[in-house]
């Protein structure tokens, strides 16, 4: 049976969802390198022989958050001890130390702070965030907030999805993080995240933004408490949102990134309940080669998550069907305070070291997948005085 799953795919078809179980309940260690081969020859043919990355920074402009996910070891309340909101001052430091070191990308995404709306609205101090990186570096690509925090938005305002899209679009956003998807079924989310927007909702307000012009992102936390039939339906969902993108003549989406569950300074009751700290590699390596094989005929950029992984796992998934290894990130707060061992922060001489390692090429690439010319990739204004 697997033989002949792999076989479609390597002929160019679409593998159906209960094929993907099918694979990814494989034990047999030979049936499991088929599968790898399988995936790194679909790379090769969907995405090239080069390794691409780009340069970025993350803010995470706060960690004042209303939810309280079940996994997350970053929120908090306000009032808390490390409670913290960055003001633009702060923010502008952190861009121009970007801006120093050859960014092109500004990742900027936070927790749901309520406080937000004594700016006269949250959608007005939304748009003032990007005002003030834009205003300073307008060169800058801005992939900024995840469809949480639109849906934040359009509830705490009385707006419409598409209202919040617009005005984000217009004060500058250029591409939206696909995060805050989970696993995009709902028995699942009651226990991950039971205050968070469900399903269809995270569906409909990346389906919007991508009919908006504005390309996104898509994610899956994975190795907690889903099963392989959930972790398909969720392949199966962004390969169908991903379809309705491409009939319609939208980027839709730009890359799947896999976010292997870390546990170690997690609440307790769901580390309790899962049972280790870090993720299982073998697990995350064969759930990367299978979403290659399931999506990489609509979604061709595939990246692994170093700061989960830890750079050596990310590498050896570059041999699993991915393609990228990411971002520089500069700092990485989310992930880092659940306990994960990749750090915060990775050079772009380390990432091409170990990419060279491999035997494979490497080239920086902007947000949305295009290359630059190392001519190019310098600061091309100067760097604000702060």
Same mark, same amino acid.
């Given at each position: ?323 990228? =290894? !990411? *971002? &520089?990130? /500069? #700092? ?5 305070? $659940?306990? +994960? =061992? !990749? *750090? &915060?922060? /990775? #050079? ?5 070291? $170990?990419? +060279?390692?491999? *035997? ?27």
């Amino acid at each position: 049976m697997v033989d002949e799953i792999l076989e479609r795919a390597l002929a160019g078809e679409d593998i159906a969802p209960e094929d993907g179980v099918a694979l990814l309940h494989q034990t047999d260690v030979k049936a499991i390198e088929r599968i790898r081969e399988t995936a790194d020859h679909l790379r090769q043919r969907q995405a090239g022989e080069t390794v691409t990355y780009v340069i970025n920074r993350n803010i995470n402009f706060t960690n004042i958050c209303e939810q309280h996910c079940s996994f997350c070891a970053f929120r908090r309340d306000s009032g808390d001890e490390g409670a913290y909101w960055l003001n633009e001052v702060q923010i502008l430091e952190k861009t121009t130390d970007a801006v120093k070191r050859n960014a092109t990308e500004i990742c900027m995404q936070g927790g749901l702070n309520l406080d937000a709306k004594l700016k006269g609205s949250s959608l007005s101090f939304y748009v003032q965030l990007i005002q003030t990186i834009k205003s300073a570096f307008p060169q800058l690509h801005l992939h900024a907030f995840s469809p949480q925090e639109v849906q934040f938005i359009a509830r705490e305002d009385n707006l419409s999805f598409a209202e919040v899209i617009a005005a984000l679009r217009e004060a500058g956003v250029d591409s939206m993080p696909g995060t805050a998807a989970e696993v995009l079924d709902d028995g699942v989310r009651k226990i991950l995240c039971p205050e968070k927007l469900n399903s269809t909702t995270w569906l409909e307000v990346v389906q919007t933004a991508h009919q908006q012009g504005i390309p996104t992102t898509s994610t899956m936390l994975s190795g907690h408490i889903e099963t392989p039939e959930q972790q398909m339906q969720h392949l199966d969902l962004l390969r169908s949102l991903q379809q309705s993108a491409k009939r319609h003549g939208y980027t839709g989406i730009t890359e799947f990134i896999l976010l292997p569950f870390v546990g170690q300074d997690a609440p307790k009751p769901l580390r309790r309940r899962v049972g280790r700290d870090q993720p299982v590699l073998s697990d995350s390596l064969l759930l990367m080669a299978v979403a290659r094989i399931f999506l990489g005929n609509w979604i061709p950029n595939h990246q692994p998550s170093w700061v989960k992984l830890g750079l050596p796992g990310a590498i050896e998934a570059l041999r699993w069907g991915c393609n990228d =290894i !990411g *971002g &520089t990130l /500069m #700092e990485e707060h989310i992930t880092t305070m $659940a306990g +994960a =061992i !990749g *750090g &915060t922060c /990775m #050079e772009v001489e380390t990432l091409q070291s $170990a990419i +060279a390692k491999i *035997g494979r090429p490497f080239a920086q690439r902007d947000t949305l997948y295009r290359a630059i010319p190392r001519r190019l990739a310098e600061p091309i204004v100067q760097p604000v005085l702060l």
